[in-house]
């Protein structure tokens, strides 16, 4: 989680992108817990690879040190400076690297329930998507094994998408083969990448099978974020969890579900819904909302939002519809 999230800026120009909240709760967050809801077994150790502190600073690494102790295991924290790619970050944290272990990038979030196949050296987990040519994808053979990782291919290899979530059952041979990509400078556009360790692996007889999501939810943009934040208000809502805090004050305002409305919520004279997210302290007068995300303590009135996506402390008085405002802004 390294990286800085520039196609979702100006967002992430104060808050790192796996630490926007989707429903309330943290990307990564969400991420971490739904892959230890999959594993249905004992985590030991979380290892997050953060960027430079001062992006990632101390109260992110609390924040995570935290996450992990919630699900019985110890944080460890490791830095990439640089942005080399994915394989030299994975390798940011070899100390960690042994054992069983997932890999996942923290910019995505998933539905899934499936067991791992015992039979694999490693897992890939993979969406079935309608337009293979524009992701990495899949190659399988006669026994639905693993034999080719292809990029954004011309001709139909398969329309199984690599959605950035790996199991390892030894965690340390992706780390020897990595090592040897880093010793020997195999760079792919200009970086290190994950793909020429598993690469080799395959080559070396390594069984890789494929793991798959129900749904498979980007971050990567301020419309797609938006998307992944009403879907996701869908699956809570449906799994009968309760979105909205008790103490909410509303005056001549309605609530239409799915919804996320944190504590010290006001609502005025407004309409909220469905699929919006409001964080803690946030106040909304003589508006209507839907389709939206909007972070915390920021005031909105005389608006009529729909697929907007709105930061932390904003003071927003407009007639605007499809937005993306950062923390901090003032538009009155």
């Not at 892959?35 to 992006?55: D, N, S, Y």
């Not at 790996?166 to 990448?193: A, P, R, S, T």
């Not at 909302?289 to 927003?316: C, E, P, R, W, Y």
Request: with cysteine; glycine share 8%; proline share 5%.
């Amino acid at each position: 989680m390294a990286g800085r999230g520039s196609r979702l800026r100006p967002h992430t120009l104060t808050i790192p992108k796996p630490l926007i909240p989707v429903a309330g709760k943290p990307i990564v967050h969400r991420l971490v817990e739904d892959i230890a809801k999959i594993l249905k077994e004992p985590i030991e150790e979380i290892a997050f690879v953060l960027g430079e502190p001062a992006f990632f600073g101390d109260d992110i690494v609390a924040s995570l040190e935290k996450l992990a102790h919630s699900l019985g295991a110890k944080a460890s924290i490791y830095r990439q400076d640089m942005p080399l790619g994915t394989g030299h970050a994975i390798m940011c944290a070899k100390e960690s690297l042994s054992g069983p272990a997932v890999i996942a990038y923290a910019d995505t979030l998933i539905r899934a329930d499936f067991e791992l196949d015992p039979t694999a050296d490693a897992v890939i987990w993979v969406k079935q998507v309608d337009e293979p040519e524009a992701f990495g994808v899949v190659k399988l053979n006669t026994n639905n094994e693993i034999i080719e990782l292809v990029e954004k291919p011309t001709s139909f290899v398969s329309d199984l998408a690599v959605i950035g979530i790996y199991y390892f059952k030894e965690v340390e041979v992706l780390k020897e083969e990595l090592q040897k990509v880093l010793d020997n400078n195999i760079q792919n556009g200009g970086e290190y990448q994950i793909n020429d360790g598993i690469k080799a692996m395959m080559a070396n007889g390594k069984v890789f099978k494929t793991g798959s999501v129900d749904e498979w939810m980007d971050c990567g943009n301020k419309n797609v974020t938006v998307e992944t934040n009403s879907r996701m208000l869908g699956f809570l809502h449906t799994d009968g969890e309760h979105l909205v805090d008790k103490g909410v004050k509303l005056e001549n305002a309605t609530i239409i579900p799915p919804c996320y409305i944190a504590e010290d919520v006001t609502l005025i004279n407004a309409t909220v819904g469905p699929n919006v997210s409001l964080g803690k302290g946030c106040h909304i007068i003589n508006s209507s909302i839907k389709n939206s995300l909007v972070q915390t303590h920021s005031h909105i009135k005389n608006a009529h939002l729909d697929n907007a996506m709105i930061g932390n402390h904003v003071n927003f008085d407009g007639n605007f519809t499809n937005i993306s405002i950062g923390d901090y802004s003032i538009l009155e």
